[in-house]
């Protein structure tokens, strides 16, 4: 079978797949325990960074991940959550072609007790509504209470070998 195309207007794009999952993990206040994935969107301005990363020195690296309580789903142009809540330092590493970013949201550990979080983001800036933002998820849908933990752990694959 031949790997030629014959469609000229095709590009790289075409062929590579940048793609990504959350996981999340729920502790209950009441010892409950949940953990389910989500799928999420790698975002335009997240693809282009990381592109330019394999040429330009002096980038800014993706380290906070961000929280807040939209629900409209991701599209490849967003680049910001809908209402973000928090932001804070993610722990990040790589491992074979997936980039992982962890951070966990704690009711009276970050002063979110009462608060509904749905959607969450990874950014490369400390700053609430600044910076680029790689990728957008909806679907977290939980309410904290004071003990609850919630921990996520976005998963981004570069392409596959």
């Known amino acids: ?13 075409d062929f590579m797949e940048v793609s990504g999952v959350w996981r999340i993990t729920k502790d209950h206040a009441d010892g409950r325990h949940e953990e389910y994935l989500v799928p999420n969107v790698v975002v335009a301005g997240g693809r282009d960074n990381l592109a330019a990363r394999s040429i330009v020195t002096s980038y800014t690296p993706f380290g906070h991940m961000a929280a807040g309580s939209g629900s409209a789903a991701g599209s490849l142009q967003s680049t910001a959550l809908t209402y973000e809540t928090i932001r804070k330092a993610a722990t990040m590493s790589t491992s074979d072609s ?64």
């Open 1 to 13: 079978m031949s790997k030629h195309t014959t469609d000229p207007r095709q590009t790289v794009r």
């Open 98 to 161: 997936v980039i992982i970013g962890v951070a966990c949201f704690g009711g009276a550990a970050d002063g979110i007790t009462s608060e509904f979080l749905d959607e969450a983001g990874l950014f490369n800036d400390a700053s609430s509504g600044q910076g680029t933002m790689m990728n957008h998820l909806t679907g977290i849908n939980h309410t904290f209470a004071q003990s609850d933990v919630v921990k996520a752990q976005m998963e981004v694959g570069v392409g596959s070998y």
